[in-house]
């Protein structure tokens, strides 16, 4: 029974690590340019859009960063940070803009970056403790992380998707803005990024058709 205990406490002390790991690691990849002149501009769309949201003081950080090495168009990472790549950022349409911001924030207000890291953080839990008991089962997480993390990325995008529409329609738009920033995202090569799981090209295929016929 004591040897029970040290292998349920060793488990524990994974799942902080793991929570720190995820923390940490959240915004690899995504490099903010500090004080870029487009953050006034995303800042503005972000208040205007603040009133519409089941928590209108919540704060979010709004930033442009570097186009990555992945071609990330929007982030949405831990803590309630949105990122927009600079090329995007830097276009005069507010529309896109607007859109992009109301899909990140769509995503904080479902609460989808927590989700995630709390199935990955229970599975390493389940393994790493069972693997104190069993040897080999610990080396499980390996082979369900990415699919249960993309199984989520897929029903939360959809979730996503019909919040942001949503959120345009609350806004005074048509809701089609969404559409017309995700086809952008497609067909400029970019991906979006949600904590660290990156979507792009035919994975937004889906999407697009779903919303051609939400909202046309
Ligand atoms: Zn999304």
Redo the contacts with the bound molecule.
């Keep these: 029974m004591a040897e029970r205990r040290v292998s349920v406490s060793r488990g524990l002390s994974v799942l902080s690590a793991a929570g720190l790991l995820l923390a940490a690691g959240c915004s690899a990849g995504i490099r903010e340019i500090y004080k870029q002149p487009q953050e006034t501009r995303l800042e503005a769309v972000r208040d205007r859009l603040a009133p519409i949201t089941s928590e209108p003081d919540a704060h979010y950080w709004v930033r442009v960063c570097e186009p990555s090495k992945q071609n990330v168009g929007?982030a949405?990472l831990f803590q309630r940070h949105i990122y927009i790549a600079q090329p995007i950022a830097e276009l005069p349409d507010d529309k896109m803009l607007t859109a992009l911001v109301a899909?990140?924030i769509?995503?904080h207000r479902l609460h989808?970056l927590g989700q995630r890291s709390g199935v990955l953080t229970l599975q390493n839990v389940v393994f790493k403790v069972g693997g104190n008991f069993v040897p080999g089962l610990g080396y499980g997480k390996y082979a369900t992380e990415p699919l249960s993390e993309v199984a989520m990325g897929s029903w939360?995008?959809m979730a996503?998707?019909a919040k942001?529409v949503e959120y345009l329609k609350e806004f005074g738009y048509t809701g089609k803005e969404w559409l017309d920033a995700l086809v952008y995202l497609q067909e400029h090569g970019y991906a979006?990024r949600?904590s660290q799981l990156v979507?792009r090209g035919n994975d937004f295929t889906g999407r697009i058709a779903k919303l051609k016929k939400e909202t046309q």
């Design positions: 929007l949405v899909h990140g769509a995503h989808h939360q995008e996503a998707d942001t979006e949600v979507m």
